[in-house]
């Protein structure tokens, strides 16, 4: 069933209808947050220590699939590790990660975060 209101619930079985009617509502889950950002940029070139932290909501700890746009309009996929309502994606080379949103049971991020990871500056 879908969400939504079901009163008045019975059954009739040979021509008896139950006694009772059960009022039930569904509801959908909570819509799961991604919100506020820092970034750490790869310490090396072409090296894949960067990171990006969210604040999440709606979310339990664990770790989760997110996706996003490599900037060339290709999805792309990465993890990300939920502790106390801090999401932390690590293991990144600079690029550029828009538009990270996550879906979970269903119900999808609103806000689309967009974060650049830059190599450090050539000596």
């Not at 909570?30 to 969210?54: F, M, Q, R």
């Not at 538009?99 to 806000?111: R, Y």
């Given at each position: 069933?879908?969400?939504?209101?079901?009163?008045?619930?019975?059954?009739?079985?040979?021509?008896?209808?139950?006694?009772?009617?059960?009022?039930?509502t569904l509801s959908d889950?909570?819509?799961?947050?991604?919100?506020?950002?820092?970034?750490?940029?790869?310490?090396?070139?072409?090296?894949?220590?960067?990171?990006?932290?969210?604040?999440?909501?709606?979310?339990?700890?664990?770790?989760?699939?997110?996706?996003?746009?490599?900037?060339?309009?290709?999805?792309q996929a990465f993890s990300?590790?939920?502790?106390?309502?801090?999401?932390?994606?690590?293991?990144?080379?600079?690029?550029?990660?828009?538009?990270?949103?996550?879906?979970?049971?269903?119900?999808?991020?609103?806000?689309?975060?967009?974060?650049?990871?830059?190599?450090?500056?050539?000596?």
């Amino acid at each position: 069933l879908s969400a939504g209101v079901y009163n008045n619930i019975s059954i009739t079985e040979s021509g008896c209808s139950s006694v009772a009617d059960i009022d039930v509502t569904l509801s959908d889950p909570s819509i799961p947050t991604l919100s506020g950002n820092a970034e750490s940029n790869p310490t090396a070139c072409s090296g894949t220590d960067g990171s990006i932290t969210l604040t999440t909501g709606n979310l339990s700890d664990g770790t989760y699939t997110l996706d996003y746009e490599d900037g060339s309009s290709a999805s792309q996929a990465f993890s990300m590790v939920v502790s106390g309502n801090v999401g932390t994606i690590s293991g990144l080379s600079a690029g550029v990660y828009n538009n990270i949103s996550i879906t979970e049971s269903g119900c999808s991020s609103v806000a689309d975060i967009d974060v650049t990871l830059s190599d450090p500056s050539i000596p």
